[in-house]
C-alpha cells in the first residue's frame, strides 16, 4: 500500500498590513480596555483606567472582558469595540 504524506503547514502567504497611525493625544479619546479573563488582568486594567483618566483626560473609558482567554473573543464583544479611539487588551497572570 503507498504512504501518502500531507505537509502540515500552512503555505498561505499572509500580505501584512501597515500599522495604523498613533494617536497624537488621548485627550479626548474614547478608550476601550479588554480584558482577556487571564488572572491579573483587571488589577493591572484598574490602574490603567485612572492613568487614563487622571493624566491624559480621556473622555471616555469602556471595559469589556472575552468569557475566556482560551479563545477567541465572541463577536459581540468585537463589536463593542466599534468606535473606540483605541483598545488595550490586558494580558496578565
Known amino acids: 500500500m503507498p504512504v501518502t504524506l ?30 482577556i479573563s487571564k488572572p491579573g488582568g483587571s488589577i493591572f486594567l484598574d490602574r490603567l483606567e485612572g492613568v487614563f483618566r487622571e493624566r491624559y483626560q480621556v473622555a471616555e473609558v469602556i471595559r469589556t472582558k472575552k468569557p475566556t482567554f482560551t479563545k477567541n473573543a465572541p463577536d459581540e464583544v468585537i463589536e463593542g469595540l466599534r468606535g473606540v479611539d483605541a483598545v488595550v487588551e490586558a494580558l496578565a497572570d
Do not use: Y
Not at 15 to 25: H, I, Q, V
Open 6 to 35: 500531507v505537509n502540515p503547514m500552512n503555505e498561505t502567504v499572509v500580505k501584512a498590513e501597515p500599522a495604523p497611525a498613533r494617536l497624537s493625544s488621548l485627550q479626548g479619546k474614547r478608550i476601550a480596555l479588554l480584558d
